[in-house]
């Protein structure tokens, strides 16, 4: 039921969505970008429904918290605490180990605000627990949830990180004074 409305919400919105690849890994680290409103989170959750996708996501502590804070673990979230030093990359590795299958976005923007380049947590998870990195960009310009296919780190950091740079130029997030580019 709720992926038929999903599809029906992103159709009648005049989305689409763009997967050049047949299935998603049993593991990865899907990176979503430009993230620059709340919306995004809700084209996020349409597009993982339409999809069937189990994808987990991240979030900051606070959104856990009641009235709503089941509500977000509901739907896969995981509550980050940005105030201590605490190491979220290893942690989440460790959740890669234990699961046999396991995904989780993240905005590598770190924030909605505007930035001048992105956080490299993704890319030491997914180098770390040796799984594809799944790009996806959130092009309101063109009402496009557009995928690119996974793709596994190398050990040259700087090439992957072009790699993931140039996917995202020029998209156009929902507040365009806020994207990436």
């Not at 993240?106 to 627990?129: C, D, N, Q, S």
């Not at 996974?150 to 040259?156: E, K, M």
């Amino acid at each position: 039921m709720f992926r038929w409305l999903s599809r029906q919400i992103l159709h009648l919105s005049g989305w689409e969505i763009v997967k050049p690849f047949d299935a998603f890994p049993d593991k990865y680290v899907l990176v979503a970008a430009p993230h620059t409103s709340n919306w995004d989170f809700v084209l996020g959750i349409l597009t993982r429904s339409i999809l069937k996708m189990g994808t987990n996501f991240v979030g900051k502590k606070s959104l856990f918290i009641p009235p709503f804070g089941w509500y977000f673990r509901w739907l896969g979230g995981y509550p980050v605490d940005r105030s201590k030093n605490s190491n979220f990359v290893d942690a989440v590795v460790e959740i890669f180990k234990k699961e046999k299958k396991f995904s989780i976005a993240i905005a590598p923007e770190g924030t909605r605000k505007k930035v001048g380049k992105l956080k490299t947590g993704f890319y030491y998870i997914a180098k770390g627990a040796g799984v594809a990195i799944v790009l996806v960009r959130l092009d309101y310009g063109n009402k496009q949830v557009a995928f690119a296919p996974p793709f596994l780190p190398t050990a040259d950091m700087e090439l992957d990180m072009a790699r993931v740079m140039q996917f995202f130029k020029g998209v156009q997030g929902k507040k365009p004074e806020n994207g990436l580019m």
